[in-house]
C-alpha cells in the first residue's frame, strides 16, 4: 500500500531547477491523494505560464513512479496567489542567503550597505565621507562602490588616475586613498567617461567579483558598500553573496522621497538583511548669520525611522563644500573637519559604530569587560 510519507519523501526530491530549493519545501505541493496506485498530486507554480512547468511536471512523475506501489501520476497544476508568492521568494532569499559560498571578505567584517530607493540624495557623497570618519575613529575600514554604472567614488576620493592591479595569485589588490581600502568600476577604466551597457546579469557578476577575487584585508573592521539606488540586482545579489550585511536607508526630508526610500527598506526586509538605521541627508541649509531654510521640507527621515522601527543615525545639512570637497577629491570630512556637514556625519558615523561595533570589541569578553569597568566605576 502507498503510504502519504513515501509521496512526500519522494516529492522533496523535485528541485525548482531556478529557485534551487525542493518543492514541498517552497509550498507548491497543495495537495496528495492515493487511491490504491493511483497518485492525483496539486502543483501550485509560481505563475500559471511558467516556462519550467514540463520540466517540474516531467520530474514530479519520475520520483513518484519510482516509489513502491504507484501505478500512475496525475498532476493538477495551479498557480499561486500573491501572498504564496511572497512567502515563497522570502524563503528562497532565506535559504540563499544561509547557503552563501564564503567570500573574500572575513567573517568578522562588518558589512553595511549604503543604500536609497532613488538617485539624487547624495548616497556616494555620504558613503564616502561616512566611511572616512569611521576611520578616524581608529577603525579599519574598506569601501567597495558597488554602485557599477553610476560610479563616483573614485572621484570623491581622489582616484582619479588609480588603477586596479592583481597580486602574484590574481587577487585584485584594493586601492588606497586616505587610508581606507576602495574598490571601483571605475578604477577598472582608462576613461571615467565611459559608459558602461552591462544587463542585470553583468552587474551582480561584478559584485561577485568584487567580492571573491579581491583581496580585502582580513583585519578590516567595517567594509561599506554605495549601492545603487532602488531595488535591483545588485541588491538582491548583495544579500545572497554577503549574509553579515546590513544597511543604512538615505533619504533627503522630502515626504516623497522618504516614501521612495521605504521601498529599499522593505526589499532588505524581505532578503532578511537587518536595517541599522536612516541618514537624512540635504536636511536645510543653514546661512553663516543663523538663518534656517528647509528647502527640501523637513522631517522625513524621522518619519521613516520612526516607521521602520530604527534610529535616525543623523541629519546631515546642505553644505557646498561636500560638493566641492567631493570634485577635488577631498572629502569635506577630511577637508573641512569642522564644517557643519563634517561635524554631523562624524556624529553619525559614531552613532553607528554604537549600534554596530567592532565585532571583536562585541563578543562575551569584552562586554565582561564594560560590565566590570561599569562596576569599579560604582564602587
Do not use: C
Given at each position: 500500500?502507498?503510504?502519504?510519507?513515501?509521496i512526500?519523501e519522494?516529492?522533496?526530491?523535485?528541485?525548482?531547477p531556478?529557485?534551487?530549493a525542493?518543492i514541498?519545501?517552497?509550498?507548491?505541493v497543495?495537495?496528495?491523494?492515493?487511491?490504491?496506485?493511483?497518485?492525483?498530486?496539486?502543483v501550485?507554480l509560481?505563475?500559471?505560464?511558467c516556462?519550467?512547468?514540463d520540466?517540474i511536471e516531467?520530474e514530479?512523475?519520475?520520483?513518484?513512479?519510482?516509489?513502491?506501489?504507484?501505478?500512475d501520476?496525475?498532476?493538477?497544476i495551479g498557480a499561486m496567489?500573491?501572498a504564496?508568492?511572497?512567502?515563497?521568494?522570502?524563503r528562497?532569499r532565506?535559504r540563499?542567503?544561509?547557503?552563501?559560498e564564503p567570500?573574500?571578505?572575513?567573517?568578522?567584517?562588518?558589512?553595511?550597505a549604503?543604500?536609497?530607493?532613488?538617485?539624487?540624495?547624495?548616497?556616494?557623497s555620504l558613503?564616502?565621507?561616512?566611511?572616512?570618519?569611521?576611520?578616524?575613529?581608529g577603525?579599519r575600514?574598506?569601501l567597495?562602490?558597488?554602485?557599477?554604472?553610476?560610479f563616483?567614488?573614485?572621484?570623491?576620493?581622489?582616484l582619479?588616475g588609480?588603477?586596479?592591479?592583481?597580486?602574484?595569485?590574481?587577487?585584485?589588490i584594493p586601492?588606497e586613498?586616505?587610508?581606507?581600502?576602495?574598490v571601483?568600476?571605475?578604477?577598472?577604466?582608462?576613461?571615467?567617461?565611459t559608459?558602461?551597457?552591462?544587463?542585470g546579469?553583468?552587474?551582480?557578476?561584478?559584485?561577485?567579483?568584487?567580492l571573491?577575487?579581491v583581496?580585502?584585508?582580513?583585519d578590516?573592521?567595517?567594509?561599506?558598500?554605495?549601492?545603487?539606488?532602488g531595488?535591483?540586482d545588485v541588491q538582491?545579489?548583495?544579500?545572497r553573496l554577503?549574509?553579515?550585511?546590513?544597511?543604512v536607508?538615505?533619504?533627503?526630508?522630502?515626504?516623497a522621497?522618504?516614501k521612495?526610500?521605504?521601498?529599499?527598506?522593505d526589499?532588505a526586509?524581505?532578503?532578511?538583511m537587518p536595517?541599522?538605521?536612516?541618514?537624512e541627508?540635504?536636511?536645510?541649509?543653514t546661512t553663516?548669520?543663523?538663518?534656517h531654510?528647509?528647502?527640501?521640507?523637513?522631517?522625513g527621515?524621522?518619519?521613516?525611522?520612526a516607521d521602520?522601527?530604527?534610529e535616525l543615525?543623523?541629519?546631515?545639512?546642505?553644505?557646498?563644500?561636500?560638493?566641492?570637497?567631493?570634485?577635488?577629491?577631498?572629502?569635506?570630512v577630511?577637508?573641512?573637519?569642522?564644517?557643519?556637514?563634517a561635524?554631523?556625519?562624524t556624529?553619525?558615523?559614531?552613532?553607528l559604530?554604537s549600534?554596530?561595533?567592532p565585532?571583536?570589541d562585541d563578543g562575551c569578553?569584552?562586554?565582561?569587560?564594560?560590565?566590570?569597568?561599569?562596576l569599579?566605576?560604582?564602587g
Open positions: 500500500m502507498v503510504q502519504l510519507t513515501d512526500y519522494a516529492l522533496s526530491r523535485v528541485i525548482d531556478e529557485l534551487g525542493d514541498v519545501d517552497l509550498g507548491m497543495k495537495d496528495v491523494r492515493i487511491d490504491g496506485g493511483l497518485v492525483t498530486v496539486k501550485a509560481t505563475i500559471a505560464a516556462p519550467l512547468r520540466q516531467n514530479v512523475i519520475r520520483k513518484l513512479k519510482a516509489v513502491p506501489g504507484v501505478m501520476v496525475e498532476i493538477e496567489t500573491q504564496e508568492r511572497t512567502d515563497l521568494m522570502e528562497a532565506l540563499a542567503r544561509e547557503q552563501a567570500t573574500m571578505v572575513h567573517p568578522n567584517t562588518r558589512v553595511v549604503v543604500s536609497s530607493g532613488k538617485g539624487g540624495v547624495g548616497k556616494s558613503s564616502a565621507n561616512l566611511a572616512l570618519a569611521i576611520a578616524t575613529q577603525h575600514v574598506g567597495l562602490d558597488a554602485d557599477i554604472w553610476g563616483s567614488i573614485p572621484r570623491i576620493l581622489g582619479g588609480e588603477r586596479l592591479e592583481a597580486d602574484s595569485g590574481g587577487k585584485i586601492a586613498s586616505h587610508g581606507l581600502r576602495v571601483s568600476t571605475g578604477l577598472l577604466l582608462d576613461d571615467e567617461d559608459a558602461l551597457m552591462w544587463r546579469l553583468m552587474l551582480s557578476k561584478a559584485l561577485e567579483q568584487f571573491r577575487d583581496a580585502w584585508p582580513q578590516l573592521d567595517y567594509l561599506l558598500l554605495d549601492m545603487p539606488p531595488t535591483g538582491m545579489a548583495l544579500a554577503l549574509p553579515q550585511a546590513e544597511m536607508v538615505v533619504t533627503t526630508p522630502q515626504l522621497a522618504q521612495v526610500a521605504a521601498r529599499v527598506a526589499m526586509r524581505r532578503s532578511h536595517v541599522i538605521g536612516v541618514v541627508n540635504m536636511s536645510g541649509f553663516p548669520e543663523g538663518q531654510y528647509p528647502l527640501f521640507g523637513s522631517g527621515g524621522e518619519e521613516l525611522a521602520l522601527g530604527v543615525l543623523g541629519a546631515i545639512p546642505i553644505d557646498p563644500r561636500v560638493a566641492e570637497g567631493g570634485d577635488a577629491g577631498s572629502p569635506v577630511v577637508a573641512e573637519p569642522t564644517s557643519a556637514a561635524v554631523a556625519i556624529a553619525a558615523a559614531k552613532s559604530t549600534l554596530l561595533p565585532i571583536a569578553s569584552a562586554r565582561l569587560t564594560l560590565v566590570a569597568e561599569q569599579a566605576q560604582m
